[in-house]
């Protein structure tokens, strides 16, 4: 059953499920400028994963995987594990240019992380039940934690899920973005969704630059964020998926697997149903270094809203 708190917010109970969140981590943040993964943006130098981890607790999450790069490890242990004790249980996985990856396939050359379908893969022998992805530099405010939290407590029949945000409200200010625009149907099923990777406004249009042209989006199309639920299921079908994607990628330096790619083959080869939820009211997120006073100004007003503490951590 689920309990209140004495502030009316919800905590878990004795018969919710074991839930696990997966924080994507182990992006270089090349257009960023720096390691946005661990800068501060709160009044007490809390990062936007802070604000992630303190909504998923209040959600009633039980478990946390960082998937980080080798070179940020300890830096990320030290930084969360300790405000997490007691809360959380913790665990850390590394996302190496060489793991999964077979020796005839490998190539010395390579410095760009193989993507967020790979860093999935990364984590499966430490993921035993339904199961959350996020980037960890995406603040997705608490009532997408709290919507994803509450489809895996009833009976899902199996379902994946993703949080649904509009693509007019999830774009950046100062320049091109990649997102998985989506499609779903009357029921709220997804039908499919394409890894767009240059997103722009553009004379008052939502535009994809492609290079065969420029494609017009929906505004209000459902867009994934990278903020899936999945049942366990996947990882079989994303090894299959990535068996096949090395097989044609593996001597290019910049090709990367990527979750929405995987999800769209997951529902186009009818090998499961993914929901579109609701929750995604809110987002903003870090493309750019200009992205960082927005960030933390809007973590500002929050805090004066009565959403968060001005200090989230004891």
């Known amino acids: 059953m689920i309990e209140e708190k004495s502030n009316g917010e919800k905590r878990i109970g004795a018969n919710r499920k074991p839930l696990t969140l997966l924080v994507l981590a ?3 943040g090349s257009r960023y400028g720096g ?3 661990i800068d501060g943006f709160g009044p007490s130098g809390e990062t936007i994963m802070d604000y992630s ?3 998923a607790i209040r959600a009633g999450f039980t478990k946390v995987i960082f998937i980080v790069r080798e070179d940020i490890l300890e830096t990320v242990r030290e930084k969360f594990a ?3 004790k007691g809360k959380l249980e913790v665990d850390f996985v590394v996302q190496s240019l060489d793991r999964l990856i077979p020796p ?3 190539n010395q050359q390579r410095v760009k992380p193989w993507g967020t379908a790979h860093a999935l893969l990364c984590a499966r022998e430490k993921v035993h039940g339904p199961f959350v992805i996020i ?3 995406d603040f997705y405010g608490k009532e997408s934690f709290k919507s994803i939290a509450d489809f895996f407590a009833a009976d899902t029949n199996g379902y994946h899920a993703m949080v649904g945000y509009t693509l007019k ?4 200010e100062h320049g091109s973005v990649s997102r998985g625009v989506g499609d779903a149907d009357a029921s709220g099923s997804l039908i499919s969704i394409n890894e767009r990777k240059k997103v722009v406004w553009e004379n008052g249009k939502i535009v994809s630059k492609e290079a065969n042209g420029d494609v017009v989006l929906s505004p209000d199309a459902p867009t994934a964020m990278n903020f899936f639920g999945f049942q366990p299921t996947i990882f079989a079908f994303a090894q299959e998926l990535f068996t096949d994607f090395l097989a044609k990628n593996a001597t290019d330096l910049t090709a990367e697997f990527y979750l929405p790619l995987t999800v769209n083959e997951l529902v186009r080869q009818k090998k499961g149903t993914v929901k579109v939820i609701g929750g995604g009211d809110i987002w903003f997120g870090l493309t750019y270094k ?3 006073e927005f960030v933390a100004k809007s973590i500002r007003d929050l805090i004066a809203k009565g959403h968060y503490p001005s200090k989230l951590w004891d």
């Open 35 to 37: 390691i946005k993964q």
């Open 82 to 84: 300790p405000r997490l």
């Open 135 to 137: 980037n960890a530099d």
């Open 290 to 292: 200009e992205d960082k």
């Open 104 to 106: 005839n396939q490998r």
């Open 26 to 28: 182990a992006g270089m």
């Open 169 to 172: 409200n999830v774009l950046s």
């Open 53 to 55: 981890l303190y909504d």
